[in-house]
């Protein structure tokens, strides 16, 4: 999936986010609930106007599992099995949503990370997450 270079680039990136999973990850979902208003129905448990430490939780839950996925890019099916059958039998969350996320992500780290934000490790970014994304939509049925 991902080359050695990749590999080294999505690690390289996640060692910037380290520490600041949290205000990364509510600032994620904010921008996605504010540009896509639609996915909010599949955060029903956060109320209709989350507050700061509602998101905060839910954000560092959502990059804890980014994390888990940069520890294990060599098997990411394995490590993200249980989120995957979450996401597709529980939640039953739209696997069309997933990109958008992706895109909010994206836009995310290069408004936090701007120049250390190359287009080489955008890249890398976008071909990590979207394999991600794959894993997690290969238990719906």
């Known amino acids: 999936m991902l080359s050695a270079q ?24 904010l921008r996605l609930f504010t ?27 959502m990059l804890e599992a980014v994390g888990v996925a940069v520890q294990h890019m060599d098997n990411l099916r394995a490590a993200l099995s249980p ?20 895109q909010c992500f994206q836009v995310v780290l290069a408004s936090h990370l701007q120049g250390e934000f190359t287009v080489e490790m955008q890249a890398a970014w976008d071909k990590f997450l979207t394999g991600v994304a794959v ?3 290969e238990k719906y049925r």
């Open 135 to 137: 894993v997690l939509t």
């Open 83 to 102: 989120l995957a059958d979450l996401h597709a039998q529980v939640l039953r969350v739209d696997p069309s949503n997933f990109p958008l996320l992706i």
């Open 35 to 61: 540009v896509y208003p639609s996915t909010k129905s599949y955060f029903k448990h956060l109320g209709f106007c989350p507050d700061e430490t509602q998101l905060l939780t839910h954000g560092q839950r």
């Open 6 to 29: 990749e590999r080294a680039q999505v690690a390289q990136v996640w060692d910037l986010i380290a520490g600041h999973e949290a205000s990364f990850g509510a600032e994620l979902l």
